[in-house]
């Protein structure tokens, strides 16, 4: 266990409207991560984060925003939900030099 | 384009035998992959992971092969237990970049059947 939580754990919004999905680690690591995982694509990254305020793109970033204000908080943002944007959500951080990253439990969003 | 993939997205195996989950990379530059394992409505775990400087690794019934000539690695999961059911997914990374990044194959349904 990593001391990663997600919250909320499932959300069911409607397009257009803003959603806001937290990760918070209790280990003060430094590299945080968003993926979405989707039937046939595996994980895909959207964006990480190397430290505070210091945040990039992953592969999937279109829609998406990030901040990250303090150590243990990475948010991650859709400013206006598509339906395209349904999926599952998993935080992860890496430990140290390590290359294993662990994972939180998961946000289940659905946009209707 | 997908640059790690995983060509069978299920396996069915009787307990006790071996599994082989396969996995094919297309960047020269991974240098460093990783096996996770997913339950359903959970996270990835870290399962096993190997250098590209090595061919073998080993960690108890888990067994990961690398065969860097032909871009392919293997995860053996021997004997196979009804609790080793999950989706598995290899990951690949460049030890060059700096913000270890992941890239992810497509995952294999694993079925280990009693």
């Known amino acids: 266990d990593a001391g990663i939580t997600q919250s909320p754990r499932h959300k069911v919004t409607e397009t257009g409207t803003p959603v806001t999905l937290r990760c918070h680690q209790t280990?003060?690591?430094?590299?945080m991560y968003w993926y979405r995982q989707d039937p046939g694509h595996g994980l895909r990254l959207i964006h990480y984060s190397y430290g505070v305020k210091d945040t990039d793109k992953g592969e999937v970033s279109d829609g998406y925003s990030v901040s990250r204000s303090k150590t243990e908080d990475f948010l991650l943002t859709l400013e206006s939900a598509t339906s395209s944007q349904t999926s599952v959500y998993f935080c992860?951080?890496?430990?140290?030099?390590?290359?294993?990253?662990?994972f939180g439990p998961g946000t289940r969003l659905t946009v209707l | 384009d997908q640059q790690v993939k995983q060509n069978s997205p299920s396996l069915s195996v009787q307990e006790g035998r071996i599994s082989i989950l396969n996995c094919d990379y297309t960047?020269?530059?991974?240098?460093?992959f990783l096996w996770y394992k997913k339950y359903p409505a959970e996270g990835p775990t870290f399962l096993i992971s190997i250098s590209s400087i090595k061919d073998k690794n080993e960690d108890g019934r888990f067994t990961v092969f690398l065969n860097k000539s032909a871009k392919h690695l293997s995860l053996h999961i021997v004997p196979s237990q009804p609790g080793d059911s999950a989706v598995y997914f290899c990951?690949?990374?460049?030890?060059?970049?700096?913000?270890?990044?992941?890239?992810f194959g497509t995952g294999t349904l694993l079925a280990v059947q009693p």
């Open positions: 280990e003060n690591h430094r590299y």
């Open positions: 960047n020269s530059m991974f240098d460093y």
């Open positions: 990951a690949a990374l460049n030890y060059g970049g700096a913000t270890n990044k992941l890239i």
């Open positions: 992860a951080i890496s430990v140290g030099g390590n290359f294993e990253q662990f």
